[in-house]
């Protein structure tokens, strides 16, 4: 597959291009779905085709086909170099890249038990059974579970010379279950968002125990019909951590984006809070708040070994000891902001245009257990597992909903609670991190569907995180 | 590339006696010119082909897919078909493949805009751009062309065609946002000066913030706000969510203002649809809420036999999603924009919703944003931009019975589903802002 991203980038130079690459790229994906002990769904795709990048002047120029011939590669290049070549009617400044070593490498993600080689009908199974055990729960209206895998190959080229092929294998589970009450439903979930996905095999499904907490989710779901509301007010919050996986990836994650920054995302995902001017001074947070960008955390959903530019994978600070030090970029961004450029661009497929994106965005761990935050809190409450998330497109002002909460009264674990929110303004809410769980419980959490860009593309990226607290902070906001 | 009618006729032809099986196939060319501090940065072109083929053996249900849709391909396709399909129990809910029906005409093609030029669309952003000269423009413009075709096992052959063009960009003064958006299935529709102007004195009449406290307020909302509200309550009316219990519709009941009426119906001619859908079914126009009464629900052929009906075309393809409606459209009033926003004593002007997610579906509580164009209201007129507001708000609450004041006879095509109108409302429930 070299020689169609070779073709594409000669065709694209030939054309006029300034500079051009080229990701030739073969992907499977295998979908499974369950619900209410049945097999629902079984999609399997395959995907291939080369995307060329020409930049001329102040534009990049893109053109994707999935016709696998070298005529067509050269014809997709010569394609891309036409469309860069008419934004020249609305031009700008000219765009340049920051200068990367041109690597020839070949990078595999690793794993131990390739999904696509567990049988079918073991992973329907377990599919069948968790959805069996949580529908068997007096009470819940729909169980579902899905599981999702990709094998992808690229092939990458530059006209500076970079020559890469890299091959990675994603999946990742999730299960829920749905509770019908008279007026509203409640929901119990088990991985999903910011949950159990990751660059590994199958290995890492085995080790979830879905089957081991089917009973659990059902049975909290029901319970959660019942629980009283979460009362509205202000409190300490403790997050479990994969609810705080989200609140890093929405609040942290989004906000340093360096093309958000510059503006080049403003009419849809937004800006940023953030202002270059402040880097390396201003506060994001508590001194315990410490953000690294990590691409190469063995087996973490946003882990590579080398980004869609042919740059290496590289650990960034992001926010050293509280203060912010760091964003996420590319190759154009960030000699547009004069930064070393952090590797962190990557597309969708071979018919998106790669854009800034996170890798492994995550909080390092502090030194309490989750078991001492509560034992340490007079009076708040404790939120797990999110339900909804919004935030403003300054990455400011957000509102998350979790699927339950526990009150927690002098140092002791209490009432479910049902509904629970929680409000904040992101540099004033972290600022107000007070302790944070330990290395025993740093988690590799995943979010498999982060979306930007436009057309939009999904994302894949990593978010290790522990339970931390929160003081004073707004919860319970209602709309009815 | 290869043909797609071609392509259907032989995955059916390859699977032949062994099971039922339908085909689809797609090809056809995005585009999509991207601006940003008022110059292209991104322009992005391509073409697509793929094709995908359930089977059914007995009962036994595969679904797969392949934009490699070779001679090999297609044959390695049939293969992994009933090899998963063997994999699979018999689902006792199948309900057969869609039987030979003529799908009705639509009218959402245009080829000039499937194979547009990269030129046409930056004129577009030109004139976007320069209708606000002092400003900073970013958006994007785009045009697409898709043509499919569908093939099953029970004689059953569809093609359509579609194409669309949208321009939704923003000019942005140091303060405000202002936001223009123009949407049909014809890029020589588009006109990137108009859009442009409205973004640009949306921005220049918010630079002037005026703050605000959360708290009820009466509104006025665009058109894309509207918009926003029927991509949630739309899945009300989905025949799946309405079994299992997860719909707030009542069918039959007043649940809304009377100056609420919603159908679904791809065969206008405002519409951007094709005529069939994902399993083959014509699609048919469907009544959603008569003068604020839920009066029916969109079935894909699951749900259908299940309800003892016939589907009504809003099935996805993948036999699990139920009935979506994918081609809105709410009764436009009689009033003017202006009207509306004249006979408000004090409120707010929402332009657009950001970030909306849904906390509960049998509720439609939804929290979001206000972006792009967000105003007081004092004595009839727009007096200063306000800064965004964060809400919490029943998006059926909202539409029940007295808080409806007003709907505007200005509907117009949202993202290509939507055709809405403008509408004031009583209350609207804002439970935050910038300070918190």
């Known amino acids: ?480 | 590339m290869r043909d797609i009618v071609e392509i259907c006729d032989r995955l059916v032809e390859l699977v032949g006696a062994r099971a039922e099986a339908e085909a689809s196939s797609s090809a056809g060319r995005s585009a999509l010119t991207r601006f940003a501090n008022s110059f292209i940065h991104q322009n992005v072109a391509g073409d697509h082909l793929g094709a995908r083929l359930r089977v059914s053996v007995g009962g036994r249900v595969a679904s797969v897919g392949t934009d490699r849709p070779d001679d090999a391909g297609l044959e390695r396709l049939v293969e992994r078909a009933l090899a998963a399909a063997e994999m699979r129990a018999v689902d006792p809910e199948w309900p057969g493949l869609a039987p030979p029906a003529p799908a009705p005409r639509t009218h959402s093609y245009d080829e000039h805009t499937h194979y547009a030029d990269p030129a046409q669309r930056a004129q577009v952003v030109r004139r976007f751009v320069d209708a606000g000269p002092e400003l900073r423009g970013a958006g994007f413009c785009d045009s697409n062309g898709s043509l499919s075709a569908y093939a099953n096992s029970l004689g059953q052959r569809l093609t359509g065609r579609t194409s669309s063009a949208t321009i939704e960009a923003i000019h942005r003064t140091a303060a405000s946002d202002g936001r223009g958006w123009q949407s049909s299935s014809r890029l020589s529709d588009i006109d990137g000066d108009a859009a442009g102007r409205t973004a640009a004195e949306k921005a220049r009449r918010g630079d002037d913030l005026v703050d605000v406290e959360p708290g009820r307020y009466e509104v006025v909302l665009e058109p894309s706000c509207l918009a926003n509200m029927l991509e949630f309550l739309r899945d009300g009316f989905n025949a799946r969510t309405f079994e299992e219990g997860r719909s707030f519709v009542e069918l039959g009941q007043a649940q809304l203002d009377r100056a609420v009426t919603i159908w679904d119906d791809a065969t206008d001619p405002r519409a951007i649809s094709r005529g069939f859908d994902g399993e083959g079914t014509p699609k048919r126009r469907v009544d959603l809420v008569d003068k604020g009464v839920p009066t029916a629900l969109c079935h894909d052929r699951r749900t259908a036999a299940k309800a003892g009906t016939e589907s009504t075309g809003h099935g996805l393809g993948g036999g699990h999603s139920g009935g979506i409606a994918t081609n809105l459209f709410m009764a436009p009033g009689e009033r003017r924009p202006e009207e509306l926003v004249a006979s408000v004593e004090r409120g707010l002007l929402v332009t657009e919703f950001w970030y909306t997610r849904i906390l509960d579906p049998k509720t439609q509580v939804v929290t979001g944003l206000t972006r792009n164009g967000t105003f007081l209201i004092e004595g009839g007129q727009v007096v200063g931009g306000v800064p965004n507001l964060r809400f919490t708000q029943s998006y059926v609450d909202a539409l029940r019975a007295g808080n409806v004041l007003g709907v505007g006879n200005d509907a117009r095509l949202f993202d290509g589903t939507y055709h809405v109108p403008t509408i004031r409302l009583a209350s609207w429930n804002f439970t935050g802002g910038a300070k918190g």
């Not at chain 1, 509770?179 to 499904?205: D, N």
């Not at chain 1, 029901?222 to 705080?244: N, Y």
């Not at chain 1, 942290?252 to 880097?279: K, Y």
């Not at chain 1, 003081?471 to 009815?480: D, E, S």
């Open chain 1, 1 to 480: 597959m070299f020689d169609l991203a070779e073709a594409a980038v000669e065709g694209a130079l030939a054309a006029g291009a300034t500079y051009a690459d080229a990701r030739a790229m073969v992907t499977s994906t295998e979908g499974l779905s369950a619900r209410n002990g049945v097999l629902e769904g079984l999609s399997q795709n395959e995907s291939a085709g080369v995307g060329v990048r020409a930049l001329i002047g102040s534009s990049w120029g893109f053109f994707a086909t999935p016709d696998p011939s070298v005529a067509a590669a050269r014809a997709a290049g010569e394609q891309a170099a036409a469309v860069a070549r008419a934004s020249g009617l609305v031009a700008g400044p000219p765009m340049q890249l920051a200068d990367v070593g041109a690597a020839q490498d070949h990078w595999d993600s690793g794993w131990d038990e390739h999904p696509f080689e567990v049988s079918l009908s073991e992973r329907g199974d377990l599919l069948v059974n968790v959805t069996g055990t949580m529908k068997a729960v007096d009470g819940v209206g729909v169980a579902s579970a899905y599981m999702h895998a990709w094998d992808t190959r690229k092939w990458f080229v530059s006209s500076q010379g970079h020559r890469i092929s890299q091959h990675l294998v994603e999946c990742g589970a999730s299960m829920e279950a749905t509770a019908v009450g008279e007026t509203e439903t409640q929901r119990r979930s088990y991985g999903g968002i910011g949950g159990i996905w990751g660059t590994r095999g199958y290995e890492m499904i085995r080790g979830a125990d879905l089957a081991g907490n089917a009973q659990r989710v059902g049975e909290e779901a029901v319970q959660l019909l019942g629980a009283p509301e979460c009362p509205s007010g202000t409190t300490d919050l403790i997050l479990g951590r994969e609810q705080l996986a989200l609140q890093i990836h929405e609040s942290v994650g989004h906000a340093i984006e360096l093309d958000r920054i510059l503006g080049w995302e403003a009419a849809f995902a937004g800006t940023s809070f953030l202002e270059l001017g402040q880097l390396g001074t201003m506060r994001y947070g508590s001194e315990l708040m410490n953000i690294t960008a990590d691409a190469t955390l063995p087996g973490a959903l946003g882990s590579f070994g080398y980004d869609d530019e042919g740059t290496p994978a590289q650990r960034v600070d992001i926010v050293k000891d509280g203060v912010w030090v760091g964003v996420l970029s590319g190759r154009d961004s960030a000699h547009a902001a004069g930064l070393p450029p952090g590797g962190m661009v990557r597309g969708e497929g071979w018919n998106r245009l790669p854009m800034v994106r996170m890798t492994n965005v995550g909080l390092l761990p502090g030194e309490s257990s989750l078991e001492e935050i509560i034992a340490a809190t007079d009076d708040g409450i404790y939120m797990e597992t999110n339900r909804s998330w919004s935030i403003d497109d300054k990455r400011l002002n957000f509102q998350f909903g979790c699927e339950v909460g526990y009150e927690v009264k002098n140092g002791t674990l209490g009432r479910m609670l049902r509904n629970p929110t929680y409000t904040g303004i992101t540099p004033r809410f972290w600022a107000s991190l007070d302790m944070l769980g330990g290395p025993d419980e740093w988690v590799f959490w995943g979010t498999p569907n982060c979306g930007k860009g436009q057309p939009q593309q999904y994302g894949h990226t990593g978010h290790p995180a522990v339970p931390g607290r929160f003081r004073g902070v707004r919860v319970g906001v209602r709309g009815r």
